[in-house]
């Protein structure tokens, strides 16, 4: 199943960007899909993550308050959109796809991601 990120770029502190995952090959919308973002010299972790049935949600709550994650089923797409961005927001960003029991679980646990997309970089500086 390919997903496709992109809509990362450099952006000056303070300004908003939005990301965009598109996935093709599904049959249905019962998977979830999450983005997850690697900074540099850290390992990824999940960002926000989405049921595509019901449009369920999990944030990391670091994040919760600056980040929304949206679904277009019409157009199989994804968004993320981080506003007031940070420089520690700097990363590459990654969606993927799988089929949690538990939603939190795609945004916790990385093994239950079947599917990954390349990465989309963030640059923000201040």
């Known amino acids: 199943v390919p997903l496709q990120a992109c809509g990362g770029g450099w952006v000056q502190a303070g300004r908003s960007l939005r990301l965009s995952c598109t996935a093709s090959?599904?049959?249905?919308?019962?998977?979830?899909i999450g983005w997850y973002r690697r900074a540099p010299g850290k390992d990824r972790q999940g960002v926000a993550v989405i049921n595509m049935r019901d449009g369920a949600t999990e944030y990391l709550h670091t994040v919760k308050d600056r980040i929304t994650i949206s679904r277009d089923n019409a157009k199989n797409t994804v968004y993320l959109l981080i506003n007031n961005l940070k420089p520690e927001d700097t990363a590459e960003y990654y969606c993927?796809?799988?089929?949690?029991?538990?939603?939190?679980?795609?945004?916790?646990?990385?093994?239950?991601?079947?599917?990954w997309g390349q990465g989309t970089l963030v640059t923000v500086s201040s």
């Open positions: 993927g796809a799988g089929w949690p029991k538990v939603l939190v679980l795609l945004l916790l646990r990385l093994q239950t991601v079947n599917y």
């Open positions: 090959g599904f049959t249905s919308d019962d998977h979830a």
